[in-house]
């Protein structure tokens, strides 16, 4: 014990809280004294609104000739739905081994998900089978070996 050694320590404290310079009348304050004031408004501050509907989304969500999602084929879908069903996996399990959720599976598998290469590249992995390219349903070649 005699060997600690103890060190006065001075803490200072700031002047107001964060909540109080926030304020509208802390920021009315300042400009009279005239301090200077930076204020800036947050795009959709408060709300929930990660997506936001433009013109073109709404567009492209009509599916007009020229404008449309490209869904995974339903050939693509029942090489899935076989795959899976030879590695004796459900919809769940699969997803479970690829770290996805479940309705991801169910929409590949009715040929209503939208293409995602590396989701596509980890279905390919966990069933065995090509889900892309000419070799569609083909099985995998198995690759390098790790050591």
Known sequence: MAESD??????????????????KQAVTAAMRKGE??????????GQNKQH???????KLDRE?????????????GKVIQIGRANKGLTQKDLATKINEKP?????YEAGKAIP????????ERAIG???????????????????
């Open 64 to 76: 007009t000739e020229e404008l449309h999602h490209v869904r995974v084929p339903h050939e693509v």
């Open 52 to 58: 936001l509907v433009t013109k073109n989304t709404a």
């Open 6 to 23: 103890w060190d006065t320590v001075t803490v200072l404290r700031k002047k107001g809280s964060a909540a109080q310079s926030k304020s």
């Open 129 to 147: 089978l090509k889900l892309r390219g000419r070799e569609i349903g083909q099985p995998m070649e198995p690759g390098p070996k790790k050591k």
């Open 103 to 107: 309705q991801i599976i169910a929409d």
């Open 36 to 45: 200077d004031v930076e204020t800036s408004k947050k795009w959709s501050a």
């Open 116 to 123: 995602n290469n590396q989701i596509m590249s980890k279905i």
